[in-house]
Nanobody
Framework: VQLQASGGGLVQAGGSLRLSCAAS????????IGWFRQAPGKEREAVSC????????FYVESVKGRFTISRDNAKNTVYLQMNSLKPEDSAIYYC?????????????????WGQGTQVTVSS
């Protein structure tokens, strides 16, 4: 059971990045996948989630209108398209598997975590 996050990098404010989370070793269709981020000295926070089964999405208020989550069940991959990036979006971004169906912002409701990918937005 594994999640592999990728796609981070250094970008100027106003730029875009697309993160990918590739899953393996479990029935991808049966689990919601969330994106979290953690900046230095701050707690890990939920950014977005795409539920499965069913189709519902969650975004933290600070990224609404700028970030878009999507998933490709055929590729066992969830994406996070991040546009209009701001310096305050800088963090390590993690993807995680939800234990149950639906989405949650509670970290304890996710049981498998990817290794994280660094996003740095310069001003």
């Amino acid at each position: 059971v594994q999640l592999q996050a990728s796609g981070g990098g250094l970008v100027q404010a106003g730029g875009s990045l697309r993160l990918s989370c590739a899953a393996s070793g479990f029935s991808f269709d049966d689990h919601s996948i969330g994106w979290f981020r953690q900046a230095p000295g701050k707690e890990r926070e939920a950014v977005s989630c795409f539920s499965s089964p069913g189709i519902s999405v969650f975004y933290v208020e600070s990224v609404k209108g700028r970030f878009t989550i999507s998933r490709d069940n055929a590729k066992n991959t969830v994406y996070l398209q991040m546009n209009s990036l701001k310096p305050e979006d800088s963090a390590i971004y993690y993807c995680a598997r939800r234990v149950y169906a639906g989405c949650s912002s509670a970290i304890e409701m996710y049981d498998v975590w990817g290794q994280g990918t660094q996003v740095t937005v310069s001003s």
